[in-house]
């Protein structure tokens, strides 16, 4: 793959023009004006060598996977268990076999939810979440419980939109079944102590899930270092396809869980008697998969690992002062989220500006920001306020583009106010 540094003397710099030239979709115009994509939380923009790759494997490669012993279906095979490889790499997994595929986030919490949870949990035992949830990371809770009958906790958070650790240490105790955790709010920004809470919570023998959907783009992560039982995050965040994520498991858990869902290449054999299922990770992977999203996913963390992951942290730390520090200056801006530590989300509201308004007139100077409760209305309720106007910064953003979404917002501010 490409260099992606100038070589200047020993020391490397970051050369986000060239990265940009990477990205097709960073170079269109929306309104006539230049694209200015600040809404990476929702899904990040695609390069090159990800959209390449997917329009090869339908050209050259096309074919099911696993089940053929002609060229295409091999050659197909080989690609979609490489990316297995890449992945696990990634994310440091002890063992190929704990790397499942599934559609995204959602998917993967709703398998272990349904899966680990209904073998496990029974009434009166208690799961444990925190305020600042997507709404994926509370309704399958809730569906299970309602199944079995335990019951959901919620450790709460502070003005600043932190875990109020202290209420985490509290909630804790021999009723816990189950602790899951988002590691990086979407709406908030707030990076989680999810370190501190998987050790708390393994003294107590409980598993924890992390949802890692808005910190696998932004943060190392080594699930050994960690230590997670399960973690979840979606391909389209990361710069790869929509509708392939990945859910990491640990083997002893992933042993004894029973399959999700039934069907092709999930089974060792079939009878009408008696079915017996698979081994790991096949025995979690139901039906024809997303093989082009699953090989563009893998390039797509070739790629971040081109870059570099705590270049990348370092470059969006240094976006997201800037953006905050602009935003901050501005009387009638109040950003929502202060925690200490914060990946590169900017949630806000304007005085006497709805966020829906706020965001219709950012899309006509063509900056691309989310607007609404994110899928977390607990957060909003937290706050009292409908919704917020979101930016979520990428490495392949810069800073002249924040300096166009304060100017922006500046006229904002004076029409409404
Ligand atoms: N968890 C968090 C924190 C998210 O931000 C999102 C999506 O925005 C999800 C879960 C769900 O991800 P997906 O819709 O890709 O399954």
Request: charged share 25%; proline share 4%.
């Amino acid at each position: 793959m490409e260099n992606l540094f100038i070589d200047i003397t020993e020391k490397k710099i970051f050369d986000v023009e060239k990265i940009r030239k990477d990205f097709p979709i960073l170079s269109r115009l929306v309104h006539g004006k230049k694209l200015v994509y600040f809404d990476n939380a929702a899904t990040t923009q695609k390069p090159k060598q990800v959209i390449e790759t997917i329009q090869n494997y339908y050209s050259n490669l096309n074919s099911n996977i696993h089940r053929g012993v002609h060229y295409l279906s091999e050659a197909a095979t080989k690609e979609y268990e490489c990316a297995r490889k890449i992945i696990q790499n990634f994310i440091n997994a002890k063992h190929l076999e704990e790397i499942i595929y599934t559609r995204g986030t959602t998917e993967s919490i709703n398998l272990v939810a349904s899966s680990y949870g209904y073998s496990n949990f029974k009434e009166g035992d208690e799961i444990l979440i925190s305020a600042m949830e997507h709404h994926s990371n509370i309704v399958p809770w809730q569906i299970i419980c309602q199944r079995t009958g335990a019951k959901l906790k919620v450790i709460p958070m502070n003005d600043n939109g932190e875990i109020i650790i202290e209420e985490f240490d509290k909630l804790l105790n021999e009723k816990t079944k189950f602790v899951s955790i988002v590691h990086v709010s979407n709406s908030l920004g707030t990076i989680n102590p999810i370190k501190y809470i998987i050790d708390k919570a393994h003294r107590l023998d409980i598993p924890v899930l992390v949802d890692a959907a808005q910190s696998i783009q932004h943060l190392k992560i080594d699930v050994q270092d960690l230590d997670c039982d399960f973690l979840a995050f979606s391909g389209h965040k990361i710069y790869g396809p929509t509708g392939i994520g990945i859910l990491y498991g640990k083997k002893k858990h992933l042993i004894e869980m029973p399959p999700y869902q039934g069907g092709g290449d999930m089974i060792m054999s079939v009878s009408f008697e008696k079915t017996i299922y698979n081994e790991l990770p096949y025995k979690f992977e139901a039906g024809t998969p997303n093989i082009a999203g699953v090989i563009g996913l893998g390039v797509a963390i070739r790629y971040v690992n081109n870059i570099g992951i705590e270049v990348i942290e370092k470059y969006e730390k240094e976006l997201l002062d800037y953006g905050s520090s602009l935003l901050s200056d501005m009387p009638e801006l109040k950003i929502i989220g202060n925690a200490a530590n914060k990946a590169s989300v900017i949630s806000f509201i304007i005085d006497n500006a709805h966020p829906h308004d706020v965001g219709t007139i950012l899309d006509r100077e063509g900056i691309a920001i989310r607007t609404g409760h994110h899928c977390t209305e607990p957060v909003m309720r937290r706050f009292n306020i409908p919704a917020t106007s979101r930016a979520s910064f990428s490495f392949y953003n810069t800073f002249e583009e924040i300096d166009v979404l304060a100017k922006s917002l500046k006229k904002v501010i004076n029409l409404f106010n």
